[in-house]
């Protein structure tokens, strides 16, 4: 699965964790450089519900389109 253009909105099933294993996080910005997550994103993604990972998964994909 190709993470770094992944759609939450033509994904079923479980969503997917967005590490890809490039773990630095922008002072900058304040998201990891692979993921596109924030620390707390990423933090609490174990025990955040399908809801709540769509709505991050949403935000991944607006991040990585405005930059």
């Known amino acids: ?3 770094k253009h992944f ?3 033509q994904h079923s099933g479980p ?3 967005p590490c890809i294993n490039v773990c630095q996080m922008n002072k900058a910005s304040g ?6 997550r924030t620390i707390g994103e990423i933090i609490d993604w174990s025990d955040t ?3 709540e990972k769509f709505q991050v998964w949403t935000a991944i994909v607006k991040r990585r389109s405005s930059l």
């Open 1 to 3: 699965m190709d993470l």
């Open 7 to 9: 759609n939450p909105a």
């Open 49 to 51: 519900s399908e809801a």
């Open 15 to 17: 969503l997917p964790s």
């Open 31 to 36: 998201l990891c450089q692979g993921c596109w």
